[in-house]
């Protein structure tokens, strides 16, 4: 194969033919007929198209059908001269020939070509028939080697690499072509006359044959890194792919809960325990605001508590501003305190002479004398005029002792007099 390649550069600076050297030109131009079978190349691609029996018992007429540089079977046909090939290349009418030639044999082997341009092979409706008789006969494989030659040399190189990387993957990947297999990896891919398509041909079969340390047409160290590096390419894009959906996932993800917070707002019914609650319930995201989670009444009105000062003025946020439900209630009380404290003290003097000599209402108007005692020394502190409140609770209070000990001075005398008449009584 590597003499193969050597004598297909330069083809086109050859010498001009000589006239008397050009069969192979002559037969596909239609001037001449193949040997020994006498049949011209327009017989070949109207008679002989689908007779399959024909094309696989007959062994004369590929030759002429593929002319290379190289001896055959056939005797009588002419092995192909670098000034002979530089004129086919320059002939359309044998070219397009070679073309019809191509299809004839592909439809023999179960293939259909299917851009003329690039080349592109696919199988044929067909193709598991052809594909056993090709497994059975092996012969053909030599046929296709040789196909592969008169293709590089006649100017359609671009036809090898579609045609190999076909037969590479019905046999490595398909497994359809067994005995196909070998002729493949020895001698179709070492066919392709382009350096660069012959090793992206190797690295695929590499790539797809199994066991990795049996496998002989390249160097494997070598192969190994450009695959590695070629997979590990794709499985960057497909991280690359997973992570964006992962993070279109958490987006809508979020979403939802956020939905769910929402909904949390609005009071549901037990009997909602779908799916999606479950979910919720189980996975929640962390509350910036508690207030979320209360019930929707208590939420309210605390929010409203909060959220107003005493006299209904909407509450400012501001720090030393903001008064607490127990710092009003403290004021509440005092006030209370107060008005009742001086209601007490305008009765108090008109009661106490009427219950001066009932010992018990006694002891009830100390203990109230103290309370407001107390209570007035507390309001001192409250009292804006705190000097005048002063002055007023020292002369209610002395009024008050005065009462008091005219009081008791009047309870111990009379109970003096109790007991003297007591004890006159005894004596």
Request: aromatic share 8%.
């Amino acid at each position: 194969m590597q003499e193969f390649r050597h004598s297909s550069k330069n083809l086109d600076d050859a010498d001009e033919p000589d006239k008397k050297n050009i069969h192979n030109l002559d037969f596909y131009m239609g001037c001449a007929s193949s040997k020994p079978d006498g049949v011209y190349i327009h017989q070949f691609h109207k008679e002989w198209w689908g007779d399959y029996e024909r094309l696989e018992d007959v062994h004369s007429y590929i030759q002429w059908l593929f002319p290379i540089q190289e001896k055959g079977m056939n005797w009588q046909a002419h092995v192909l001269t670098k000034q002979e090939i530089k004129c086919f290349r320059k002939k359309e009418i044998a070219k397009q020939n070679l073309v019809k030639s191509y299809e004839l044999m592909l439809d023999f082997y179960g293939i259909c070509l299917v851009n003329k341009r690039t080349g592109d092979v696919a199988r044929a409706d067909n193709w598991k028939k052809r594909f056993d008789n090709l497994n059975r006969y092996t012969h053909n494989n030599l046929r296709i080697t040789r196909i592969l030659k008169c293709l590089g040399t006649l100017g359609f190189e671009h036809y090898q690499e579609k045609l190999v990387k076909f037969f590479l993957h019905e046999t490595l990947v398909m497994k359809t072509l067994p005995n196909v297999k070998k002729s493949v990896l020895d001698y179709f891919m070492f066919a392709v006359l382009d350096k660069k398509q012959r090793q992206d041909l190797v690295k695929y079969a590499f790539k797809h044959f199994w066991p990795k340390n049996e496998f002989v047409w390249g160097p494997k160290k070598i192969l190994s890194a450009a695959v590695n590096e070629h997979e590990m390419t794709n499985e960057t894009g497909i991280l690359v792919e997973k992570k964006s959906e992962a993070s279109e996932e958490n987006i809508s993800q979020e979403e939802e809960s956020s939905g769910m917070q929402e909904g949390r707002k609005r009071p549901s019914s037990p009997a909602s325990n779908t799916a999606e609650d479950r979910r919720g319930g189980i996975r929640q995201e962390p509350v910036s605001n508690p207030k979320m989670m209360l019930d929707p009444a208590e939420n309210e009105s605390k929010a409203s508590e909060e959220n107003t000062t005493l006299d209904g003025e909407p509450r400012k946020q501001e720090t030393g501003e903001i008064l607490s439900s127990n710092a009003t209630e403290d004021v509440r009380v005092v006030n209370e305190q107060k008005t009742q404290s001086s209601q007490s003290d305008l009765t108090g003097q008109q009661n106490d002479q009427d219950m001066i000599h009932d010992p018990t209402a006694m002891e009830d108007i100390q203990v109230k004398q103290s309370d407001a005692k107390d209570q007035m020394q507390g309001n001192q502190i409250l009292e804006s005029d705190g000097e005048q409140t002063s002055n007023e609770s020292d002369e209610i209070s002395h009024d008050r002792e005065e009462s008091s000990n005219s009081a008791q001075g009047e309870e111990k005398n009379g109970y003096v007099d109790h007991v003297t008449e007591n004890l006159g009584l005894m004596v």
